[in-house]
């Protein structure tokens, strides 16, 4: 078979082929990558304005004081992880189309993100703590949203990994379900692209 | 100030129409008239769609349909709807202009209200939803698909933008709106300047309806990438698909820088954030800059699909292949690409560097090369062409010989030195009418006139649609272009009086020349009336009335639901002119298939709802609501999504039925010329006179 039928659209495709279904997933996927690509300019433009707004910090606390680099190690390995884990459950599905196998990683997927969202938040909280509250300066209000952006899909994305496992047990491994999984791996690792962008942006440049 | 746990800070005295009762002057009058009315609006048709029991065809034939052409005939429903209010607010404005010197008879905080709600409706809410609706109605047609890639979605994308129309049309009896513009700048619509909910109407509508049409956006994209039929390059589409298909990569990559400015305005007005404020870091010019990285693009949002559609027309009326598809293809791209590096333009005032406004004033000339092209391509495309000049063709001479004058004064306005002199003067005002009126309305209009016989199964009375035209094109020009001389003799835009009397006689003259608009746009609603009536002799059932060139015009009319018995396989660029060129069209087809389509789904009704519900909630600080509304949003998504797509399935017999009679009637007609196509014995079907074809 030619490279072409094989690889229908960009992305991990289900198996060498399976008609109809295979049609709509390439329908549905090239759908989900020009959402993908709208959601990107939807991030660059909140790193765009935090780029603007790197010195307005009107004499309140600026990068040095609020980059606690251990725990952005911490959640760059928890979010990194994850990302493996779902390959594995990508992986599970492809090779193996074993429910219980792909359930077990998208829970350990899911687990991972709560991990980091849950650093993510502690990080929130000492800076409220400290006074460094988006209601300070421009500075902050940038950071608070573009972060704070990030943090709402990766818990967008647990939530909906949750509706997967479900569905994985009530619908069975059915081609829409399998499409859905292909979907929720794009945006899944989307996001883990946009937080190394995020931790080398605004973590490391502000430890600098 | 307490809010009430239940109603937030609405409050009685909130209920815009009573105003006039406790306080009565001229410009309450019309204030509170203008809610009377859109409430007697309101519930005229609620008694009528009653009366006559509508409800439920409206509920099972309309807002639940899933179908392309539906969805797209809604748009433009919602377009007119919100154009009769965007008319009468331009009207009453340039009546106030004309009393100004000195005062006039609206306060102006009225007129500033009226000026921001008139741009924001005629931006997002007309010329938004008549271009989606052409593009929902003919992409799929065009390119040889039973619908869209994603139907539901598309009605999700429906619903989106209603609920934001409704929200603008509430805000006229409860409460009321911002007085920024259509552009909405702060600090000026910050929480310091305007606490009220005004600019909170303003940002939910504008989230609510941008989320919607970038979803269409990559509907549209999606489709015209993976639904063409078979044999269907992109080479071979029509050229308004091409169009269409930048237009929606536009959406897709420009309404979101839209929604993020709106909702940054959000967490500053209602978190006290400090994004776009005067103090604590904020700084205005990143909104001016995220607004204009959408705000530039949607001009070709808007004009692309207008240039499609003059494109076809252009080749159908004078009855020529079109000149020079590639270059066309090419000013296409070319147009949107660029769209996307000149927004600077809009703020060359504001302190840029000299350096930054000399590139951003270069690159927006350089647009007016492409755009050049176009027009002549469809100068060569009339040249010895057999030119009937119907009503379409009116606007096309009168969109011709507009539009380059207020293209010219694009460029003007591109040259950062004079740029300085009529900036914010009614200078402004005369051009983007000039470029959106003669661009964008005019060419739905002939449109209108166009595909109304494809989507309703008659034509438009030519008679009164030709009245219209000439209005429209009358009434902008007296309108519009003296505006240009009163803004080189520095009267500013957004002005509600001035004290040089010189102005006034212009000021006289144009709101005489808006009372032609509004004829024109009386006539146009005349136009159905009329039609409608005489339906049965307007009729023409066998769907290719112009003689027309693309595969639309390959089908009955009105086009069934399915679209097309057989999905064509397409070998050359105008499939159907082809065909009757080399006297072959209306190929039968050898077997029929049963086809399956989306059942009815109440989903995007359901979603329209809650969206609009939860922008009114949050702009009156219901709390409670807002959470319920919003939660329902995603609940109502995943809920459905654990259930199987319902299809309905139409049986191989009916469709051959259906065909067969349709071509059974083909067969017995005999052809109308091109010289009799005004007559009743245009029943559609063309006898062709093309001789060429691509
Ligand atoms: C139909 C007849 C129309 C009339 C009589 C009319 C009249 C006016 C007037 C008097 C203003 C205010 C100018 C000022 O503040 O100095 C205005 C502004 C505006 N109009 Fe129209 N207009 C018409 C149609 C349209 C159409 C079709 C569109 C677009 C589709 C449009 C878009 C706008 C916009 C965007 C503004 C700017 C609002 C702002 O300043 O924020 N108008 N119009
Ligand atoms: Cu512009």
């Known amino acids: 078979m030619t490279d072409a039928a094989t690889n229908l659209h960009p992305g991990l495709n289900l198996g060498p082929s399976h008609g109809e279904a295979h049609e709509e997933a390439e329908v549905v996927t090239f759908g989900f990558w020009v959402f993908l690509m709208s959601d990107l300019v939807t991030f660059g433009l909140f790193f765009a304005t935090f780029a603007t707004m790197w010195g307005s910090t009107a004499g309140g606390p600026g990068p040095d004081e609020i980059v606690n680099l251990g725990s952005i190690a911490g959640q760059t390995t928890l979010l990194l992880a994850s990302t493996l884990t779902f390959g594995f459950a990508s992986i599970a599905m492809k090779y193996h189309d074993a429910p219980g196998r792909i359930a077990m990683w998208l829970g350990v997927t899911a687990l991972l993100g709560a991990g980091f969202v849950a650093l993510e938040v502690k990080d929130f909280i000492h800076m409220a703590e400290i006074g460094a509250v988006p209601q300070r300066s421009g500075y902050l209000s940038a950071f608070w949203s573009l972060v704070g952006l990030h943090g709402l899909h990766v818990s967008m994305g647990i939530v909906f990994v949750g509706v997967m496992v479900l569905q994985i047990y009530l619908l069975g491994m059915t081609s829409r379900v399998k499409s859905r999984l292909l979907r929720l791996a794009l945006y899944w690792h989307f996001l883990d692209i946009v937080w190394v962008g995020i931790m080398s942006g605004v973590f490391l440049a502000g430890a600098l | ?694």
């Not at chain 2, 050229?239 to 420009?254: D, G, K, Q, R, S």
């Not at chain 2, 000299?354 to 951003?360: E, G, I, L, P």
């Not at chain 2, 007609?669 to 063309?686: C, I, K, P, Q, Y």
């Open chain 2, 1 to 694: 100030m307490m809010d009430s746990p239940i109603f937030g800070r609405l409050t009685f005295d909130d209920i815009a129409p009573l105003a006039v009762f406790r306080n009565f002057s001229l410009n309450e009058l019309v204030a509170s008239g203008a809610g009377w009315l859109e409430v007697f609006a309101a519930v005229g048709v609620v008694a009528a769609l009653t009366y006559f029991r509508l409800w439920g065809p409206l509920w099972r034939e309309w807002l639940t349909s899933q179908d392309h052409k539906k969805i797209g005939i809604m748009y433009m429903v919602l377009g007119f709807v919100m154009m009769a209010r965007g008319v009468a607010e331009g009207v009453i404005m340039r009546g106030h202009l004309a009393t100004a010197l000195d005062g006039g008879i609206l306060a102006p905080e009225h007129f500033a209200e009226l000026f921001s709600t008139h741009g924001t409706i005629m931006i997002f809410f007309v010329a938004m939803p008549f271009i989606t609706g052409f593009m929902n109605f003919l992409i799929p047609l065009q390119i040889g698909s039973r619908d869209m890639a994603f139907p539901l979605m598309n009605q999700i994308s429906l619903g989106m933008t209603a609920a934001g129309a409704m929200l603008l049309l509430v805000s006229l009896v409860v409460g009321q709106f911002e007085t920024g513009g259509w552009a909405a700048y702060p600090p000026f619509t910050g929480a310091a300047f305007q606490p009220g909910v005004g600019p909170d109407y303003w940002i939910w509508a504008i989230v609510v309806s941008g989320f919607g049409s970038m979803l269409s956006g990559i509907n549209f994209a999606v489709t015209i990438y993976k639904m063409r039929a078979p044999g269907m390059t992109y080479m071979r589409m029509p050229v308004f698909c091409w169009t269409a298909l930048c237009t929606a990569i536009l959406l897709a990559f420009a309404m979101p820088p839209l929604t993020v400015a709106a909702l940054m305005q959000a967490l500053d007005r209602y978190l006290d954030f400090h994004f776009f404020t005067n103090d604590l870091g904020g700084n205005m010019m990143n909104y001016a800059n995220l607004f204009w990285m959408f705000g530039h693009p949607e001009v070709y949002i808007l004009i692309l699909p207008a240039y499609g559609i003059y494109s076809e027309l252009t080749a159908t009326y004078s009855a020529k292949t079109l000149y020079g598809y590639t270059s066309l293809v090419l000013a296409t791209m070319c147009i949107a690409v660029m769209s996307f590096t000149v927004w600077v333009h809009h703020f060359f005032t504001m302190g840029n560097s000299a350096t930054v406004n000399v590139a951003f004033g270069i690159a927006t000339m350089l647009i007016a090369i492409p755009t050049g092209v176009k027009m002549y391509v469809w100068l060569a495309t009339l040249y010895r062409g057999r030119i009937r000049m119907t009503v379409p063709m009116i606007y096309l001479g009168g969109f011709m010989v507009l539009f380059v004058l207020g293209g010219l004064s694009g460029i003007i306005l591109a040259n950062p030195t004079i740029n300085y002199q009529v900036h914010n003067t009614q200078f402004i005002v005369a051009h983007f009418h000039n470029v959106i009126l003669p661009g964008v309305v005019f060419a739905t209009l002939a449109g209108i006139h166009m595909w109304f016989p494809k989507a309703f199964g008659y034509r438009l009375e030519e008679g009164p649609a030709r009245l219209s035209a000439i209005l429209w094109i009358v009434g902008f020009s007296a309108t519009f272009l003296p505006l240009y001389v009163v803004g080189l003799l520095g009267y500013p835009r957004r002005s509600a009086s001035y004290t040089d009397p010189v102005f006034e006689p212009y000021m006289i003259f144009t709101a005489l020349g808006s009372l032609l608009i509004l004829a024109a746009f009386a006539t146009f609603a005349w136009v159905f009336w009329v039609s409608w009536r005489n339906r049965a002799a307007l009729a023409v059932p066998l769907g290719d009335p112009w003689d027309g060139r693309t595969l639309e015009w390959a089908t009955p009319a009105p086009v069934p639901e399915y679209n097309f018995a057989v999905i064509p396989v397409i070998g050359t660029r105008e499939p159907f002119a082809v065909e009757k060129a080399s006297g072959r069209p209306y190929v039968r087809p050898d077997e029929y298939e049963d086809i399956r389509l989306p059942a009815p789904s109440g989903v995007g009704f359901v979603l329209c709802v809650c969206a609009g519900v939860f922008g009114f909630a949050m702009t009156w600080w219901i709390w409670w609501l807002a959470a319920i509304s919003l939660v329902a949003i995603p609940t109502v998504l995943v809920v459905r999504s654990f259930f199987p797509d319902r299809m309905v399935t139409i049986p191989a017999d009916e469709v051959r039925r259906d065909t067969e009679a349709w071509l059974r009637a083909i067969d017995a007609a005999s052809g109308v010329d091109r010289g009799e196509e005004l007559t009743s014995a245009n029943r559609g079907f063309a006898r062709t006179d093309l001789k060429e074809a691509a």
